[in-house]
């Protein structure tokens, strides 16, 4: 049982725009920054968003995040065959202390 | 090219030990905190350990404190994990992660543990 909770799936026809929520708590999300990773078949995990709403260089703008409160969303838009893959929310938790991680959301592109 | 590579990984049998390594390049390794973080196979991924950029600070999860220790050498640019009283489920890929706080903007391609017997 993940700390911070993901749908285990989520799916689109291409060009459509799909959200993956990340449901935490006080001690992680509401307090620190929540981070989002993409994870292709058989390859390692990618920083996807960082700081809750940003961006590293080369991913698309397609990828947006928000937080509020406990929960983060992650939204895809303009879906493409290459967007399937795994993602998964992560943040800091300060009660452990250390770092928590969705399961995992497998994003199927109809 | 900033990169992480891990190895060390193998086949242990139950209550073995195993040293994870990490070699940095392509940046001031001393300058950034690094994690490891695991994937069992078919699961999601799981935040093993962290130690601070001067080594001074380290957490571990519950489910590996008291048996996995990391450690910085500074003249190699690397990290270690050594791993003791391995149990099955230990068995995952370990990658080596860049970053503090849940931000991990590099990782290594992994290294493969399997404790069985």
């Known amino acids: 049982q993940s700390v911070l909770t993901q749908p285990p799936s989520a799916s689109g026809t291409p060009g459509q725009r799909v959200t993956i929520s990340c449901s935490g708590s006080s001690s992680n999300i509401e307090s620190n920054n929540v981070y989002w990773y993409q994870q292709l078949p058989e390859t390692a995990p990618k920083l996807l968003i960082y700081r809750n709403t940003q961006r590293p260089s080369g991913v698309p703008d397609r990828f947006s995040g928000s937080k509020s409160g406990t929960s983060a969303s992650l939204a895809i838009r303009g879906l493409r065959s290459e967007d399937e893959a795994d993602y998964y929310c992560a943040a800091w938790d300060d009660s452990l202390p250390g770092v928590v991680f969705g399961g995992g959301t497998k994003v199927t592109v109809l | 090219e900033v990169q992480l590579v891990e190895s060390g990984g193998g086949l242990v049998q139950p209550g073995g030990s195993l040293r994870l390594s990490c070699v940095a390049s392509g940046f001031t390794f001393s300058n950034y905190e690094v994690n490891w973080v695991r994937q069992a196979p078919g699961k999601g991924l799981e935040w093993v350990s962290y130690?601070?950029?001067?080594?001074?600070?380290?957490y571990y999860s519950d489910s590996v404190k008291g048996r996995f220790t990391m450690s910085r050498d500074y003249a190699k640019n690397s990290l270690n994990l050594q791993m003791n009283s391995l149990r099955a489920e230990d068995t995952a890929v370990y990658y080596c992660v860049r970053g503090d706080y849940g931000e991990g903007d590099v990782w290594g391609k992994g290294t493969t543990v399997t404790v069985s017997s």
């Open positions: 130690i601070s950029n001067r080594g001074g600070t380290m």
